[in-house]
């Protein structure tokens, strides 16, 4: 939810992440990513950071 990441803190951003990935990578195939198209330009630099970090720690399939 790109709006989501607009308004959340780095904390919650990285939980917003961790329920996403809980939740999409059942089953394979899931392809992380911000969004479908493009990051808007508000959307804070930390925030997108926190979320391709918190990708990296929970994001792999075994």
Same mark, same amino acid.
Do not use: C, K, W
């Given at each position: 939810? &790109?709006?989501?990441?607009?308004? !959340? &803190? ?6 917003? $992440?961790?329920? &996403?990935?809980? $939740? *999409? *990578?059942?089953? =394979?195939?899931?392809?992380? !990513?911000? !969004? ?6 508000? $959307? ?6 926190? *979320? ?6 929970? =994001?792999?399939?075994?």
């Amino acid at each position: 939810d &790109t709006q989501r990441l607009i308004e !959340s &803190t780095a904390e919650e951003a990285r939980q917003l $992440t961790i329920d &996403t990935l809980r $939740t *999409m *990578m059942p089953g =394979g195939g899931f392809i992380a !990513s911000p !969004s479908h198209d493009y990051l808007l330009p508000e $959307t804070p630099v930390e925030n997108v950071i926190i *979320m391709y970090e918190t990708i990296r720690e929970y =994001g792999a399939y075994a």
